[in-house]
C-alpha cells in the first residue's frame, strides 16, 4: 500500500503550487496598493509598525531558525565525534587484544615441540611451525604456498588429508620416512577453518626415539633370553650324556663336567653384568667416590691379571707418572672398567703380543688408556661395541666366553664419573681404549 501512495505526493505538490502562486501574487498585488497607497499618503506611525511588524514576522523565524538549527547541528557534530573517537579506541582495543593474542599463538607454535602444519582446501600449505620444519626438512619460504605433496611425499597422507576434507572426521596416521634418516612421525589430522574456507590441520609428533627405545627392549629380551639358555641348553646336554652312560668313563665324565662348570661360571657372570647393567642403567648403582689416584688404579688392575696375561703369552705393561691429578672416583667401579679393557685386550691378542696399560695427564683431567697389538676390530663395528650385546665376532666370543655386556656397563660408570670412553682400533694392528676422567676439584 505505502509503495502504491508514494508516486502521487509530487502530482498533489504540482495540483497545490498554482493556487499557492495566485494567492501569492494576490497578496504581493494588495500589498503593492497598500505600499503605494501609504507613500502617496506618506508614512504613518501605524503603517510604519505594521511594516515592521511584518518584516519582523518574515525575518525572525529564518534567523531563529538558522540559529537553532546550527546550534543543533554543532551538538550532532560533537556527538558523531565522540562516538567516532569511542569506536576507534574500541576498535583499537580490539586489534591490540588480537595482536596479543596472536603474539602468543606465534610463540607457543614457534617454541611448541609438535610440529604443526595448516593446509587449504586445495592441501597447500598455509601455516608451518619451526618444529614441523625440522621434521619435514624443509624452510618455511620453501614450504609456504607449495602442495604439500612436494614436502611430504607421502600419499597415503594425501587420501587421508581428503577424506579428513570429505567428511569432516579426523584421522591419524604414521609417517614413516628413510631420509635424510630414519625417522617415524605420528600424523593427526583435523578439519579447520583456514583463511574464511575450509582447511585441515596437520599435528606431526617424532615417535622415533620411543620406537627405537621400544624395539631395543625388545631385543634386549630377546637377547638376554639367548644368552641365558646358551649355556643352560650346554649343562642340560652333558648332563643328560653323562646319565645316558658317559659315567662309567670317568676320562669323558671329568671333560664334560669340566664343560658344565664352565657354562655355569658363565651364565653366573652373564646373570652379575645383567644385574649390573640393570643397576647402572636404570640410576640404582650406588657409587662411592673418593679421591683416587689413578697410578693406584693401574697398579691394581695390572695386578688381578699379571698371571692371566701370562699364561695368554702377552706381555703387561704400565705407564702412569708421578704427580697425576686426582680423580673423584669409585675406586671399584673403575678397576671393574679397567678390568674388562685388560680382559678383552689379553682375549683379542694373541700370544706374543703386548698389552700396555697408561695414565697421562689430558688438559684438566686424566687419560688412562688400555693398548694392544692384537686382532684389531673393523671400521665398521666401531661405533657399535658400546652396545650392549655387541659382539664383533659371535662364534669366538663366545669360545672366549664374552657376552657383549662389558664395555655397555664400562661406559655406563665412566659416564656416571663425568667422563668419557673411546676406542680406536685397525685390523691386525691392534686397539687403543680410551678413558677420560676429570680431575677432583673444589676441597678435597
Ligand atoms: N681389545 C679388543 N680387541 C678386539 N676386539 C675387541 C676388543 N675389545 C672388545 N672387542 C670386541 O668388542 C666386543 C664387545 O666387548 P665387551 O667387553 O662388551 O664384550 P665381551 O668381552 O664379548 O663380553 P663380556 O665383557 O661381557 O664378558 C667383543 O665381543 C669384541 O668383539
Ligand atoms: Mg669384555
Known sequence: MAQMRRPYRPALLWFALPPAAGVTVALAYAASGRLEAALARGPRALDLAVWLALLAALLIPPVYGYREASGLARTAERRADAAHREARRAAQERLDRLLAEKAQMDLILQHMADGILLLDERRRIVLVNPAAERMLGVSRHEALGRDHLEVTHHFELDERLARVLATGRPEALEIRRAHPQE?????????????????????????????????????????????????????????????????????????????????????????????????????????????????????????????????????????????????????????????????????????????????????????????????????????RIFERFYRVDKARSRATGGTGLGLAIAKHIVEAHGGTIGVESEVGKGSTFTVILPALTGPE
Request: hydrophobic share 40%.
Open 183 to 383: 625417522q617415524i612421525l605420528e600424523a593427526r589430522l583435523a578439519l579447520a577453518p583456514s583463511g574464511g574456507e575450509r582447511g585441515v590441520l596437520v599435528m606431526l609428533r617424532d615417535i622415533t626415539r620411543s620406537r627405537q627405545l621400544e624395539q631395543m627392549r625388545t631385543e634386549f629380551v630377546a637377547n638376554v633370553t639367548h644368552e641365558l639358555r646358551t649355556p643352560l641348553t650346554s649343562i642340560q646336554g652333558f648332563a643328560e650324556t653323562l646319565l645316558e652312560g658317559a659315567l662309567d668313563e670317568p676320562e669323558t665324565a671329568r671333560h664334560f663336567v669340566e664343560i658344565m662348570l664352565r657354562e655355569s661360571r658363565h651364565l653366573g657372570a652373564l646373570i652379575d653384568e645383567l644385574l649390573d647393567l640393570s643397576r647402572v642403567e636404570s640410576g640404582k648403582f650406588r657409587m662411592q667416590r673418593r679421591p683416587t689416584v689413578p697410578a693406584e688404579l693401574i697398579a691394581a688392575t695390572a695386578a688381578r691379571f699379571a698371571q692371566k696375561a701370562e699364561r695368554a703369552g702377552v706381555q703387561l705393561v704400565t705407564e702412569a707418572p708421578d704427580g697425576l691429578p686426582l680423580i673423584n672416583g669409585d675406586p671399584d667401579r673403575l678397576v671393574q672398567v679397567l678390568s674388562n679393557l685388560v680382559e678383552n685386550a689379553i682375549k683379542y691378542t694373541p700370544a706374543g703380543g703386548r698389552i700396555t696399560l697408561s695414565a697421562r695427564r689430558d688438559g684438566d683431567g686424566v687419560r688412562i688408556a688400555v693398548a694392544d697389538t692384537g686382532a684389531g676390530i673393523p671400521q665398521a663395528d666401531l661405533g
